[in-house]
């Protein structure tokens, strides 16, 4: 069965600096890989996702992710976190010929002034 | 484009009375999906239609928990009794085809409370 961590329940950084969110997956076949970010009372909204091709994937509002196979890993960033950035982000996996979606539980991203 | 509705937005009920959560997803869109959230978690699925047939419900509660999808459209999910552990935010998304691949697109949720 697939399963995916985030480790880092809270991250917190200054604003303009770099951000990391952790994600390792693990899944019998490489699966597809997605980040999503949910902003306070609203639903989940796709930042970037990985189903074949180039391994460093570039999503929306400056995140990029980079899929390791090697190290079963997904992990999102952006160069210069930006007051708006703070918000809830969920990595989630789905493996080819399955059709849901397996959420890990999520990071809270602080930006501090 | 309009987004996947939900109504309503927010729910307070009394245990053991039932609870009916709607959800209109993005037009032509045949994959529809209704996840559960717990606080401080991520979504976990609970059933996902294609057009009307519930093609995976395995993680329904089906002893208090329904759904239909009547005519492949909109999609109501319904509790009956609820109980204090059914407090939760229920997402309802939906995909074009429900594809491996294909973006789910979430609407805002229903933030249900059971006193």
């Known amino acids: 069965a697939q399963s995916v961590t985030q480790l880092g329940s809270h991250v917190s950084v200054s604003e303009g600096a770099l951000v990391l969110l952790r994600c390792n997956y693990s899944?019998?076949?490489?699966?597809?890989l997605f980040w999503y970010v949910q902003y306070p009372n609203q639903g989940l909204q796709l930042l970037l996702k990985y189903t074949t091709g180039a391994t460093l994937v570039k999503g929306i509002n400056g995140f990029e992710a980079e899929f390791k196979k090697s190290e079963t890993s997904f992990h999102l960033t952006k160069p210069s976190a930006h007051m708006s950035d703070a918000a809830e982000y969920f990595c989630a996996v789905s493996e080819p010929g399955r059709r849901a979606l397996t959420f890990g539980s999520g990071t809270r991203l602080q930006v501090q002034p | 484009e309009a987004g996947v509705v939900q109504s309503p937005r927010y729910k307070i009920i009394e245990k053991k009375q039932p609870v009916a959560f709607w959800c209109n997803p993005i037009s032509g869109h045949n994959t529809l999906y209704w996840y559960l959230q717990n606080l401080g978690q991520g979504p976990e699925l609970l059933i996902r239609?294609?057009?009307?047939?519930?093609?995976?419900d395995s993680q329904l509660p089906k002893d208090r928990f329904s759904a239909e999808r009547l005519k492949g459209v909109d999609s109501t999910l319904k509790i009956q009794p609820a109980e204090l552990g059914d407090s939760a935010v229920y997402l309802c998304?939906?995909?074009?085809?429900?594809?491996?691949?294909?973006?789910?697109?979430f609407g805002p949720g229903t933030r249900l409370t059971v006193l």
């Open positions: 239609y294609e057009n009307e047939e519930a093609v995976d």
């Open positions: 998304a939906s995909s074009l085809e429900g594809r491996g691949t294909d973006t789910q697109y």
């Open positions: 899944s019998s076949v490489p699966p597809y």
